[in-house]
């Protein structure tokens, strides 16, 4: 199986503030075929369903804001959040989607100071 | 609209089987894998499978194989999973979850 590794697991952080957060894969999800990571992004709020952020390691879903950015290749993965807003406070996922079982880090939860 | 809409919670009783649902609308259900996934309290996410509601294939995590059973009814854009001989380590809550939506996740409780 391939093991995702996430860090930081937390990050308390002021609003303004720009946060990066690592996802670590213990095999490279780069499929030479299409160029393409087979990475996703995730954020769960509490009490929520997670919901999809980014794919294929830097495509924004629709309707996300742009302050989330993410970025990486091969098995070095970054979310970003340009700027935190309040409502950003949540626990962020990375899941690789190259082979099954499909795994998920442990996460990273974003606090707000 | 858009959505997967899930069962309600369970109660369960240790040793026994739930079956939960995930209905799909608002897109073609046999165009995407439905996923599974737990979540136990306070902790992280977890898959167990996927079908493939076009033709019932399925591939589940190793050690899901003999606890979940992953269906789908073309008919009624409903995709199922059952859960059998379920401890305490099975509550959790579940979502269904396929191309980028996700379902508002089942809470099931294994308790005596």
């Known amino acids: 199986d391939i093991v995702m590794t996430q860090t930081p697991s937390s990050q308390a952080v002021s609003a303004g503030e720009k946060v990066t957060m690592s996802c670590k894969s213990s095999?490279?999800?780069?499929?030479?075929?299409?160029?393409?990571?087979?990475l996703a992004w995730y954020q769960q709020k509490p009490g929520q369903s997670p919901k999809l952020l980014i794919s294929w390691a830097s495509t924004r879903e629709s309707g996300v804001p742009d302050r989330f950015i993410g970025s990486g290749s091969g098995t070095d993965f970054t979310l970003t959040i340009s700027s935190v807003q309040a409502e950003d406070l949540a626990v962020y996922y990375c899941e690789q989607y190259y082979d099954t079982p499909l795994t998920f880090g442990s996460g990273t939860k974003l606090e707000i100071k | 609209e858009v959505l997967l809409q899930q069962s309600g919670a369970e109660l369960v009783r240790p040793g026994s089987s739930v079956k939960i649902s995930c209905k799909a609308s608002?897109?073609?259900?046999?165009?995407?894998?439905m996923h599974w996934v737990k979540q136990r309290p306070e902790q992280g996410l977890v898959w167990i499978g996927r079908?493939?509601?076009?033709?019932?294939?399925?591939v589940y995590a190793e050690k899901f194989k003999s606890k979940a059973t992953l269906t789908a009814d073309k008919s009624s854009n409903t995709a199922y999973m059952q859960l059998s001989s379920l401890t305490s380590e099975d509550t959790a809550t579940y979502f269904c979850t396929s191309s980028t939506l996700w379902g508002q996740g089942v809470m099931v409780t294994v308790s005596s």
């Open positions: 095999q490279s999800l780069l499929y030479s075929e299409n160029k393409k990571n087979y």
């Open positions: 079908i493939n509601p076009a033709n019932g294939n399925t």
């Open positions: 608002g897109y073609t259900f046999t165009d995407y894998y």
